[in-house]
């Protein structure tokens, strides 16, 4: 069964520092998102893609953030300059474009920001 | 405002009982409706999902009922076993069926379903 995957499983960074973070979507999906969920709380969305552009974003999702889709398989997250609250799980999500609007969810890149 | 939130935060069932988790929504806009299953250190499951024009649904040993009058759905898991031991989320979400919309996801904030042996 086709599965959205992540890259990598976990990543520890210091504030301040560059992080990229890899999803590769279910291969004939074409809206693709991340969300976040910081420790014990619900899961929040921070941007959605389609056609090679941002089409929403959250009031999270703010200059530091940035979506790339660099070819036809993969989707990256960067977060520019790290803040210890952005330690959390990012979720990356793909959906078709179909009436079948289920978001299939990766396993997540756990952030840890020191 | 927009907001979808859970009534119980934990649940403790018997195996083989059956678990019933509740979910309350507010945007009235909301026409489609997910169940989502977290197990630790896992990504979102997808489990069942409803559209607003029906009221209930059912998949293998999961049955969702939407309550449109009150905002409310549920979850019913049929005959709970210990591998339905996880956090279970609902989410919403609103816009153009025709598919031109993000359709970014809302969640609730979970309940805990534990299955005691």
């Known amino acids: 069964e086709p599965e959205v995957t992540q890259t990598p499983s976990h990543q520890v960074t210091q504030m301040g520092q560059e992080v990229i973070l890899r999803c590769v979507p279910i291969?004939?999906?074409?809206?693709f998102y991340w969300y976040r969920q910081i420790l014990g709380q619900k899961v929040e969305f921070l941007v959605s893609f389609y056609n090679n552009e941002i089409s929403e974003k959250s009031e999270i999702f703010d200059d530091q953030f940035s979506v790339e889709r660099p070819d036809g398989s993969n989707f990256t997250l960067k977060i520019r300059s790290t803040k210890l609250e952005d330690s959390a799980m990012y979720f990356c999500?793909?959906?078709?474009?179909?009436?079948?609007?289920?978001?299939?969810f990766g396993p997540g890149t756990r952030l840890t920001v020191l | 405002g927009e907001s979808v939130g859970l009534h119980l935060p934990t649940l403790s069932v018997q195996e083989g009982d059956n678990s019933i988790i509740n979910c309350a929504y507010s945007?009235?806009?909301?026409?489609?409706f997910i169940w989502y299953k977290q197990e630790s250190g896992k990504g979102p499951q997808f489990i069942i999902d409803?559209?607003?024009?029906?009221d209930k649904r059912q998949g293998q040993r999961v049955t969702v009922l939407l309550n449109k009058t009150v905002k409310h759905l549920s979850l019913q898991i049929a005959a709970t076993q210990p591998g339905d031991s996880a956090v279970y989320f609902c989410a919403e979400n609103w816009g153009d069926q025709s598919g031109g919309s993000n359709y970014k996801l809302t969640f609730g904030k979970g309940t805990l379903l534990t299955v005691n042996p």
């Open positions: 291969s004939n999906h074409l809206y």
């Open positions: 409803i559209r607003s024009n029906m």
């Open positions: 999500a793909s959906r078709t474009s179909g009436k079948t609007d289920t978001q299939y």
């Open positions: 945007n009235s806009a909301s026409d489609y």
